[in-house]
Structure formats: C-alpha cells, structure tokens
C-alpha cells in the first residue's frame, strides 16, 4: 500500500440491510472500488446485543459517548508517553501503536466479556474501570520514571555548559590544589580565552602573596581556560576584588573528595536505574496501549449498535463497515457515500452542510451524515 495517500484515519459506518446485509456490503464496496479505490473497506462484523427499551438506548448512547471520549483521551496518553519514553526513536513508534491497528477490525476476538451480554447490561462499568487502572498506572509509572529521569538531567546538566555555571568535580584533579596548609589555598579561576595573555602578566600581581608560577591551565571550553593559583588565605579577598576588574572570574569551589565521590555514584545509580526501567516500562505501555485500544475500538463498536438500532428501528438489521479512506479522495467518498445512502433520510437534503450544529441530534459528533458515522483517528501523537 502507499503510504503516501493511506490514512491513519478510519471510518466506521453503518447501514441498514437491504434484502440481506450481505447485499449492503457488495453495494457498498462496490461504489467505493468503482471510482479508483477511494478506501480500503472491511465488514465490521458486531455481534448480535439484546435490544432494551429505546429509553435505554438513548440513555446508552449518551453514556457511550463520555465513555468513548474518555477511553480516546487514555489511548492518546499511552501513545504520547512511549513517544516520549523512546524520546530518539519517534518514528518507530507511530509504527508500534499502529502495528496494534490491525486490532481494529476484528476487536471482538480480543475479549468475549462484551459478545454475551444485553445492552443494557453492557459491562460499562468493565471498561471504564480496566481504563481507569490504566489511566491511574500509567499516572505512578510516568511519574517515577520523570523524576528519575529529571534527576539525572540535572545532574547531567550540572556537567556540562560553560565553566563559569558547571560542575568542575570530573574536571579537577588533587594534584591542581594545595591541600591541608594552614596558610595557603589554591583558587580556581575562569579566565577569558581574549584575556588569557593579561592573565599571565597579571596574576601574580593581583595581591600580596600569590605563590610565583603557582597557575596552570586545567581545561578549556570554546571561550574560557580553566586556571588554578596559590596564594596565601589573608590574600584572598583582595585578589578575588582585583581579578574581577580584569574579568577573571574567581569560582567559589572546595576541594573534596567524599563530596565528588558521592556525586559521580550518585549519577551512575541514576543511569543504572534508568536503563533498568526503561524495558519493563516500554513493555507496558505496548501492553496497555494494546488493551486501552481495543477497549476504544469496542466502545466505537456498540455506540454504531446503538446509534444503528435507534436510527433504523427494529428488528436490529444493519451491515457495520470499516473504511480507510486515501487522502487525496476524501471528498469524492463522502459525496459516494451520500448518494448510497442520502435514501435513508428524507431531511438529509437540508443537513447536507455538514458543519452546521443540529440541535439534539448526536451532539457527540458534530457532522451529521445519513448513514451512522464515527471516526476513528489512529494519528494518536502530537508530532507529525
């Protein structure tokens, strides 16, 4: 197939059977083929649901609706945090989450819970409650892996940038310092690339007491050199005041060991725990994406049952179909299918501007269509 003109959009459709619901079918994918493919069509086959009172099926088709938005919203998060949680490899994971499109036509195959049960019965409650744990595990899960994942980013941004704001612990060595004298100190000082000249005429002259030929360069970044100098401590106030004028920037920085030690530990535990997350947390998400969508795809499937029954009436008689329509033809298929199925609805003629709001008419959906209609956006993540 193309992928060019194939969309990560579905609709899904239904229309009454004709003399049989086969016939609705052949009809069907007969117009659609006939004008250069305008979609790749499937039956949608839903299994038989005990009708309730119309009462119930209108209160049904209202309940539908929230259920249908809030299972939606659960799948976009899933997808959007393995987007996320691959951060390099975005384009494979358009590819993971659509691999379980091929989920859509058949989703009754995935879980008998729902084929037995009365409409009015329908376990609603089994789906909200299986999404919301979703939603709910997905929330803790997120949240520890951000955290740890924020910690580490700080401390990773604590080790680079420029010399004047990061760390200088993976830098420095014991040998750059005078350690345990009572008297002197080695400072470290950022000192301009431009300057670099200035500061080796200068810096012994900065204060009283600067230890001769005590200042090396330690690093460099692409402005700066790292330098150390030794000097006696009562200096130390006056040659931090002096270098500033020069535009050597004195970093206020202690030697110790224990302190680095704990720092580096600290972030290969970071980037242990990380790495052993990572594959468990990728594996749940492909997991629960999988079961979030078919519970999706199953509410899409009874709100046509639904929709089809308080359309068409009694006895339930109606053909489900799945269509992938191609880009480039959108506007034809719609047009196809209004001339199939424009029959259907003696007011269709009015309503045919499918942007106006009707009133108490599927406010779920604002187009209004002869034939019952739902959407099924498989494009689940913000990024195109």
Known sequence: QDKGTKMTEFWLISAPGEKTCQQ????????????????TNSKFNIPDLKVGTLDVLVGLSDELA??????????????????????????????????????????????????????????????????????????????????????????????????LTRSLADIVKKEDFVL?????VTLLVIVPKLNYNDWVKQYETLAEMVVPRSSNVLFEDQDSYLCN????????????????????????FQYNEEEMKADKEEMNRLSTDKKKQFGPLVRWLKVNFSEAFI???????????????LRYGLPVNFQAMLLQPNKKTMKKLREVLYDLYKHLDSSAAAIIDATMDIPGL?????????????KIDCNLLEFK
Not at 29 to 38: G, M, R, S, V, Y
Not at 295 to 309: Q, Y
């Open 180 to 184: 345990d004298s009572e008297y002197l």
């Open 295 to 309: 519970a999706w795809i199953h509410v899409k499937a009874l709100r046509v049952f639904v929709e089809s029954v």
């Open 229 to 252: 100098v030794t000097l006696f401590r009562k200096a130390v106030d006056d040659f931090k005041h002096k270098a500033r004028e020069y535009k050597f920037m004195v970093r206020d």
């Open 66 to 163: 929230k259920l249908d938005a809030f299972v939606e919203s659960v799948v976009k998060k899933v997808a959007q945090y393995m987007a996320d949680v691959l951060e390099d490899s975005k384009d494979k994971v358009q590819e993971n989450l659509l691999a379980n499109g091929g989920l859509l036509e058949q989703p009754w195959q995935a879980d008998h819970k729902f084929c037995s049960s009365s409409l009015d019965t329908v376990p609603f409650l089994f789906v909200f409650k299986g999404v919301n744990q979703i939603d709910n595990d997905l929330k803790a899960r997120a949240s520890a892996y951000n955290n740890l994942k924020g910690n580490l980013q700080n401390l990773e941004r604590k080790n680079a940038g420029s010399l």
């Open 362 to 374: 599927n406010l779920s959906q604002q187009e209004y269509y002869p034939y019952v209609y739902y």
């Open 24 to 39: 609705t079918w052949e009809k069907l994918h007969a117009a659609t083929t006939k004008h250069n493919n305008l979609s």
